[in-house]
């Protein structure tokens, strides 16, 4: 990297090309919101040009990316009819070759953003690059990882980072999918060793996966959700919400365990009592709309109206990766929440101080039961929680690790200059 004399601190050498499988939101999908915080904080640092391959969600547009980014594109995902053409052009690559003989078979969504594509997305990018080499690109998940990785060399980019977000191969090692946990090892095994850095959301997890694969330490970069200054009182209606992709797996279950076994707990002592479910649904999380109190919403626009609505949020995992960002984003609508052990690894909670924990649906729902019936409970784990978020989540607090995975070891130890920190208010809203 580059250092501009003039100046004190250090700076980014030319602009960030940041490499992501959803557009980025500041609220709904967790996913949407990871990388959503990831531009937030780039865009503080240097230009970002946003590519996305939408291989895990929607890639539309919106007027909070176009604050942001300095350009917009997205790479369709490899078609069916397209496969063979790609797997020829691979074959023809030495290097791209060499990674198909180390990495196959791909788990499918990896082969959906082969290294190959990385031509139409150059091509889409260049009126936008304008020939200016990025100083940095950072990529996220595993799956785009050979994509972006060949698209950041293709272009001189100084610097590569992966964010894996999550330990993905330990998930589907704990599900039984143990063909796809070995996929995504391989994919791991042959190309972290070829960039500057990886990510991951929690500690754990960093030391996780540079045990298994001999790497170099990862970077904690946690998830972040910005603390809101004005939110509605809690109704006091007995109302639940959880929000989520219904369509992940933990996520599908935790909204069927809720549904089925905790609400109705709950309503036999608070009849009244009801569950918005939030989210993209699966069938099955559909199906649960005919369940007495239940609704189910589906995406919304906004999911603050949907929190204002709540008086406790509660989240029933089994399982799950990284940290938990929806139980950050419950956090700044100053919501309490009730949730297993799952929901919240990773974070910096204490039970009964931030958040109610159980591990079954019987106990979930005694704990739900009490935080309704006693407000100033709830009080007191809604003041502890935002103290939490504040201290350890916030934009303010993370900008700085950003900082410094973007710049290297040339970055300063020092915090992000308020001047360019992203402010806490470009959170959630």
Do not use: C
């Amino acid at each position: 990297m580059r250092v501009d004399p003039d100046r004190t601190d250090r700076v980014v050498a030319g602009p960030t090309l940041l490499v992501v499988p959803t557009a980025p939101r500041p609220d709904g999908n967790g996913l949407a919101m990871r990388a959503g915080m990831w531009l937030d904080m780039l865009a503080a640092v240097a230009p970002v040009h946003l590519v996305v391959v939408p291989v895990s969600g929607p890639a539309d547009g919106s007027a909070w990316i176009d604050a942001r980014a300095a350009s917009y594109t997205v790479v369709d995902p490899v078609a069916a009819d397209a496969a063979d053409q790609h797997v020829v052009a691979q074959l023809g690559h030495r290097e791209w070759r060499d990674a198909i003989d180390a990495t196959a078979p791909l788990p499918w969504r990896v082969a959906l953003a082969p290294p190959s594509l990385s031509v139409d997305a150059m091509a889409r990018l260049a009126p936008h690059l304008l020939g200016v080499a990025p100083g940095a690109v950072v990529v996220m998940r595993e799956y785009l990882v050979p994509f972006g990785v060949t698209l950041g060399r293709a272009l001189g980019a100084a610097r590569t980072v992966i964010d894996l977000d999550d330990d993905v191969e330990a998930l589907l090692e704990r599900h039984g999918d143990r063909e796809a946990a070995e996929g995504y090892g391989r994919v791991a095994r042959h190309w972290l060793p070829r960039v500057d850095a990886v990510t991951i959301a929690s500690a754990g997890e960093a030391l996780a996966v540079a045990t298994r694969h001999d790497l170099a330490p990862l970077v904690v970069v946690p998830n972040t959700v910005a603390p809101l200054s004005d939110v509605a009182p809690r109704p006091g209606d007995d109302h639940l919400v959880f929000v989520a992709n219904f369509t992940y797996a933990p996520n599908e279950q935790a909204a069927i365990t809720l549904a089925r076994e905790v609400l109705p707990i709950v309503r036999g002592t608070r009849p009244t009592a009801t569950l918005d479910l939030v989210g993209a649904p699966s069938a099955a999380v559909r199906a649960l709309d005919a369940l007495p109190g239940v609704v189910v919403h589906g995406f919304v626009p906004s999911v603050a109206p949907l929190y204002a609505a709540a008086d406790v949020m509660v989240a029933p995992l089994d399982d799950g990766a990284g940290t938990r960002i929806k139980v950050l984003e419950a956090f700044a609508h100053q919501r309490p929440v009730v949730a297993t052990p799952a929901a919240v690894a990773g974070l910096a909670v204490t039970d009964g101080r931030d958040v109610m924990l159980a591990s079954t649906p019987g106990v979930l729902a005694l704990a739900v039961e009490r935080v309704l019936a006693d407000p100033t409970l709830a009080d007191a784990l809604v003041a502890a929680a935002t103290t939490t978020l504040t201290e350890h989540y916030a934009p303010r607090v993370v900008a700085p690790i950003v900082r410094r995975v973007l710049l290297g070891d040339e970055a300063p130890d020092d915090e992000v200059p308020d001047d360019e920190a992203p402010s806490d208010e470009m959170g959630v809203r």
